[in-house]
């Protein structure tokens, strides 16, 4: 019912740029709650990168803020990362998160992608 499709992830140097996009593949009528980005580095736990609600407003991790952008398309099935000024700290599996209610549904769920790697090195 719902699928959750990643692409942009890959080898940038320091410095360099990547956008990540997700697509939202949903066939059952539904409501957005929020969507957000997380990563997980080696050795690391998953940790929020970024997130929109629905209303729009974003936050961000402090390690991102002023280097990072989420944005989402007007009808909330698409949302972006763009990466500017990427470190080598940033290296990660980038996984893009959805809260969806479907209908019928007591409140909303969490759907998953499966994941894009981004490595950051010269």
């Known amino acids: 019912q719902v699928q959750l499709v990643e692409s942009g992830g890959g080898l940038v140097q320091p410095g360099g740029s990547l956008r990540l996009s997700c697509t939202a593949s949903i066939t059952r009528s539904f409501s957005i709650y929020g969507m957000g980005w997380y990563r997980q580095g080696p050795g690391k736990q998953r940790e929020l990168v970024a997130g929109i609600g629905g209303a729009g407003d974003s936050n961000y991790a402090d390690s991102v803020k002023g280097r990072f952008t989420i944005s989402r398309d007007n009808a909330k099935t698409i949302v972006y990362l763009q990466m500017n000024s990427l470190k080598s700290e940033d290296t990660a599996v980038y996984f893009c998160?959805?809260?969806?209610?479907?209908?019928?549904?007591?409140?909303?769920?969490?759907?998953w992608g499966q994941g894009t790697q981004v490595t950051v090195s010269s």
């Open positions: 998160n959805f809260q969806i209610r479907l209908v019928g549904a007591t409140g909303p769920s969490d759907y």
